[in-house]
Each structure stands twice: as structure tokens, then as C-alpha cells.
């Protein structure tokens, strides 16, 4: 492994150059790799396995919208998509990616067949980590490996069309055969990975469910829910407040961080919106502090995993789901965001 200085930290990092795909072919050469769930991240790491030059099934349940999906996207009932008892006793690596939820109520089908010799590769390690929960304790004579993108399954698929590949860390919880550290660095190649760094389980859930209700998902849409709503009661329009709360940030700033870091988006700005800036950013650090603490905990605890299993499992989830997401989509700020986005030059006929 490449050692890495991060900030001073070293770190071991997997990178492509010392673990080629050629390797991970043949790594993974006597290998069936069965996608359990056609839903968020399957079918991307299933069309880059493939597209990879790998063996990969598919296992969904029959008359479902991801079945008809998995058809849509070359799929061959019977000859590389079966329903998910049957893809799971063809698999020597079952790719358990079902939603969290899913992943438990399918276990007592699921886990007679993870028979000895087998892998179990997970992209999450909340199953695992919260047991308790979850009911999930994989056998003891199967390998138990983790790869976790860092992004949604249309991010992982898109980069992968790119032709670039998408960071992703990676994980060993049981190496009964001795080659499950092989095994899971050939997945995270052949899944379309740029580079991978080294977690555990109990770590990766942790960050995981902590970055998205923080940075990556719930904490930036507070932000910029609070900041649209006080420029608009300070009498600003729409799309005045919708361009200096999301447009910018997300077709101009948050680009310039991803290309060189947050140090090259502030040079690049004005000597008025980098000295407020910085004098600012204190002020918001103190006082988010605490709730990544709170946070923190909540993760930590395992409550926030009794929340999840606890709300996903009712029968009327997705339907209280969507209610939720359309009153995002009709707030104000959203519908000012989709005239916004109508503006756009590459949008206009």
C-alpha cells in the first residue's frame, strides 16, 4: 500500500497503480458476484463490475420497478438476473446492497445460503455494527468485507463513465480465508474506486450517518434554508436570495473546492468576500460545534439506527417519504431554484 501524508497524518491508501485492475481480475477470476438489490448503489457497482470485465448476477424481486430496471439495463432473466434466493446460492460473493431496512428482513432468506468459503461484501457497516439491532451476524466461516463509495450510485456510475473512479474506503471484519484483504481491494477496483482508504466496520457507519445529516446533507440544507429565509423577510426576491444562497455555492464556489481546496475557491473571490469570510467562519464553527457533538453521539449511541429501522420498516415509509420531499420541492426556495435552473443557458431552446 501507498503510504500518504495527510496533513501530516499518514495514511496507507490503495491506489490503482499498485493494485491494477489486471490484478483485480485476477484476484477475483473464479469469482460470481451477486448484486443483492437493483435500488441505489446496485446498479452502479453491478454495470461497473460487468463493464469491468467481471462475472456479475443479479438478484431482485420479481414484478418490482427495480427488476424492470435491471431488464432495462441489459440484464438477462434467467442468465445473469434471477430473484434474490436463487442469485445468492449461484454467488461466491454476495454483494448484500439492499437498503438497510431491506437488508434485515431479507436476512433469514439470505443467510442459509452464505454457505462456507463464501463472501459477504457489504457498501455500509450499519448492518454489522448495530447487531443488536439489526438482528445480522454473519456466519463465522464466510469472509465479511466492506467497500463504500463516497457518493450516491448515480455519482459512482457517472465518474465511472467519466472514465475516472470515485473515492471509497474499505474494510475487513472477517478473514476466514486469508485473502479477504485481496478480495475486497479487487472489488473496490472493479466497482469503479480511484483510490481506497483502509476503516473499519463500527468507523464507517459512524462517519457515514454523521456526514449525512451533517456537511453532505442535512446541515447544508438547514444552512441554506435559514439564510434564504432571512434575506426574503429583509425584503430580497426569490431569486436574489435563491442565486446568493444556492446558484453560487453549487455552479460556481463548491467547483472550485473540489478542483484545488478551500484555500484556491477564497483566492479566487473577491478581498471584500474573503475577509468576511474568514472573520465569519469562527463564528459558524462555535456555533455548530455542538450539534456535530450532539450528533456524534446520537450516531454513536445507535439511536439514530433504532430511528432508521424503526421509521423504514412501516409499510407507509416511502409514501410518508415522498410527502416529506414534496414539501421541500414546493417551499418557495425550491420553486424559486427550478426557475433559476430554467435560466440556465443550457437550458433555455
Not at 445473469?80 to 432468506?109: C, H, M, N
Not at 434554508?225 to 463548491?254: C, D, W
Request: hydrophobic letters at 40%; charged letters at 25%.
Amino acid at each position: 500500500m501507498a503510504k500518504i501524508n495527510f496533513g501530516g497524518v499518514k495514511e496507507d491508501v490503495v491506489t490503482r497503480e499498485e493494485f491494477p485492475m489486471k490484478k483485480a481480475k485476477q484476484v477475483l477470476k473464479n469469482e460470481t458476484i451477486a448484486v443483492i438489490g437493483y435500488g441505489v448503489q446496485g446498479p452502479a457497482q453491478a454495470m461497473n463490475l460487468r463493464d469491468n470485465g467481471f462475472t456479475v448476477i443479479v438478484g431482485q424481486r420479481k414484478n418490482s420497478p427495480s427488476w424492470d430496471k435491471a431488464v432495462e439495463d441489459g440484464w438477462k432473466e434467467g442468465k445473469t438476473l434471477f430473484d434474490i434466493e436463487e442469485a445468492v446460492k449461484r454467488g461466491t460473493i454476495i454483494a448484500y446492497l439492499l437498503s438497510d431496512a431491506a437488508q434485515i428482513q431479507l436476512w433469514p432468506v439470505i443467510k442459509p445460503h452464505l454457505t462456507k468459503g463464501k463472501t459477504l461484501y457489504f457498501s455500509h457497516g450499519f448492518a454489522v455494527t448495530f447487531a443488536k439491532q439489526t438482528s445480522i451476524v454473519p456466519p463465522k466461516d464466510v469472509d465479511v468485507i466492506l467497500v463504500a463509495p463516497k457518493g450516491s450510485g448515480r455519482t459512482v456510475r457517472k465518474i465511472f463513465l467519466e472514465g475516472r473512479g470515485i473515492n471509497a474506503s474499505y474494510a475487513v471484519y472477517q478473514n476466514v480465508s486469508k485473502h479477504a484483504e485481496d478480495t475486497v481491494k479487487a472489488m473496490g477496483v472493479g466497482v469503479g474506486s480511484g483510490f481506497l482508504f483502509k476503516t473499519t466496520f463500527e468507523k464507517e457507519v459512524y462517519s457515514d450517518l454523521t456526514g449525512e445529516r451533517g456537511v453532505l446533507m442535512g446541515a447544508i440544507a438547514g444552512l441554506m434554508e435559514a439564510q434564504y429565509a432571512i434575506l426574503r423577510k429583509m425584503g430580497h426576491s426569490p431569486s436574489e436570495a435563491f442565486n446568493e444562497t444556492v446558484e453560487e455555492a453549487t455552479q460556481s464556489l463548491i467547483p472550485l473546492i473540489g478542483e484545488k481546496g478551500m484555500d484556491w475557491m477564497y483566492a479566487n473571490c473577491s478581498t471584500t468576500a474573503q475577509r468576511g469570510a474568514l472573520d465569519w467562519k469562527g463564528e459558524f464553527k462555535k456555533a455548530v460545534e455542538p450539534v456535530f457533538k450532539k450528533l456524534y453521539k446520537s450516531v454513536s449511541s445507535g439511536h439514530e439506527a433504532e430511528v432508521v429501522i424503526k421509521v423504514n420498516s412501516k409499510k407507509d415509509y416511502r409514501k410518508k417519504l415522498q410527502k416529506e420531499l414534496d414539501t421541500m420541492q414546493n417551499s418557495e426556495m425550491w420553486q424559486a431554484g427550478k426557475k433559476v435552473r430554467e435560466l440556465r443557458p443550457e437550458n433555455q431552446k
